[in-house]
């Protein structure tokens, strides 16, 4: 990186650094300190300093172009395929909104936000409700709106038929499976298991039912899957299982529906990879998923329609968070330990991921091995325990990449109120997308 000479210089502390002879990673030698000051253009300067910080920053630009890239992935090697935005993984609604312009339906799992759904325009029927937890009272919503309700489990499936017939509907349901694909913990909490049968039963007790349309079959076999194998082997079973409802009762599928759980650039903690460079692509997961339907012998010689319920692959590479340094200090053993504004509060996923880290600021020409603290007055607000960066000083900032999903809906209004969300729009045009918390919106509720 060229440093322009002209500027002022930075005062840089001096450091007293013992040694340490270590030997390169599976990855190589550390990784050198990434600069960014600008994300799609704009200045993250200018942007601290008309909302301050932590501040989270959406880019319009690549989550249009993560959901356009997915599309054509799938399209192009399989006629029928929608995506459905999985609106836990976030569902601030300017966000939810961009994916229904490009045509994603919504996956909901619970009655706040099956109304955010129907708020954010969704058309019902477009609505995939999953969920292990539905309540009577949304069940009914989603059966009187004609919304796909992917059912959990039998008491689940018994409402369903008392709520349906109360209304006098066939409601549109699929059931969702869990199955043995090799993963390590099995994901056998949610739906019924394939392989004991009861994922079996579950279709003919629907199939039994007058009031209950069986339209597809759903799984989510985990989350930040690496291999593109596991996704055949879920395939495989899943389009077993269609198969078998055709030949046994003359019915096909409308949809093959393979929830979320593709990786993103993201880093696991224990991972020696990067995760960019670790995750599989869209092609190759698409190539996983549809090459299995595509040689699958429909007995209808009717294909079903793919879905998919991709979260984190397709929003967390659009999310930034933005932090200032507020002091610095040393840690008994010697570490340096900076405080930035930003904790556990804000940056829940830090619990399992190792988030890339950049300097906002050209970085002085010494590097140490740091560790992040958060504001918090709690041991665990560690947002990376160690990780390679320039001395730092109080003021300048540090930008955490890869923050999209799960965060801003799992983050916590705990000790500081949480801050302001922008968003990048395609021109550059910043808008704010939630404003920051307040005292008065804390207390509230309060009686
Ligand atoms: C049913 C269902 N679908 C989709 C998703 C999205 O998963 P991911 O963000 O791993 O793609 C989840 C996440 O837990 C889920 O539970």
Redesign the pocket.
Known sequence: MLIDMREKKVYERPLLKSIESSMPGKAGMPASVSVVSEIDGVSLKLLASKNGTPLFVFSEMQIRSNIRKARQAFLTRYKSVAF?W?Y??NYLSSICRLFHEEGSWA?V?SGMEYQKAIDNGCDPTKIIF??AAKSEADLIRAVQNDSLV?IDNSRELCLLVSIAKAQNRKARVAV?VNMDVGTYPRWDR?GFNYENGSAWQAIAQVMKEECLELVGL?C?V????LSTDIYRKATHKMADLACRIEREYTHSLSYIDM??????KNTLKGSYENGAELAPSMDEYAEAITSVLMNTPFPSRQMPMLIL??????IDDAGYLLSSVLTTKRLADGRSNVVIDAGVNLLFTSFWYNHKVSVVQAPTTCIEETRLTGPLCMNIDVLRDRVSLPLLNPGQMLLFHYVG??NVTQWMQFIEYRPSIVMIKEKGEVKTIRRPEDYDYVTALEE
């Open positions: 459905a999985s836990k993984t996956e799992v999953n969920g992917h969702r949610f759903h989510h985990g989350t930040f899957i929830g979320g759980g593709f990786a993103s319920e991709t979260g984190r692959a397709l999903a799960y």
